[in-house]
């Protein structure tokens, strides 16, 4: 059987779809529940501390946000965004966790580079980044949580923009300390 060029694009276009059409537990589980206790974690990580718990943060804010990989464009200008606006979430009371699948060293070399000074947690397998359903087969997807001081997942960002997600964060941290007063 013989394929003309159309016919080779048809196919791996009906490919692409079914791929992307597949469920969110075929691509590492779906999103937790709003207002539901965060799944929990333990993770190593670039502060020195070797290994770091969810409830390490009990009684702080935590935004636990997922990215792709280390050194990429879109995940640079993610880290970068957070770190500048790092003195605001502090204020608030809120600590940042980046998670990727990239290794331990890795992370040391990416924070060194972008004088990143919060912590960066190796999900090497993709258990946790699955937990919270951020996992895309090889490594995390770019979606972002935020974690009340009780441990309560209080809001889920998917379909983040770099350039401007870490306002986002502030601006919905600042709405939800409101009602928590």
């Known amino acids: ?79 970068r965004r957070f770190q500048e606006d790092l003195p605001q979430y502090l204020d608030r009371n809120a600590q940042i966790l980046g998670v990727s699948a990239d290794s331990v060293d890795s ?23 699955k937990a919270y359903g951020s996992w895309l087969g090889i490594r995390s997807s770019r979606h972002s949580f935020i974690i009340d001081p009780m441990g309560m997942l209080r809001a889920t960002f998917t379909g983040v923009n770099p350039l401007v997600h870490s306002k986002e964060v502030l601006a919905r941290l600042d709405e939800l300390q409101k009602v928590q007063g």
Not at 107 to 129: T, W
């Open 107 to 129: 992370h040391a070399e990416f924070c060194d580079s972008e004088g990143l000074r919060f912590p960066l947690l190796a999900d090497e397998d993709g258990k946790i980044s």
């Open 1 to 79: 059987m013989s394929y003309t060029r159309r016919h080779l694009l048809q196919l791996l276009s009906g490919a692409i779809a079914l791929a992307w059409a597949k469920p969110a537990s075929a691509l590492g589980g779906v999103l937790p529940k709003l207002d539901t206790a965060a799944p929990d974690f333990s993770l190593p990580a670039t502060t020195g501390e070797g290994v770091i718990n969810l409830a390490d943060y009990r009684g702080q804010w935590v935004v636990l946000y997922f990215y792709p990989k280390d050194f990429t464009s879109g995940c640079t200008i993610e880290a």
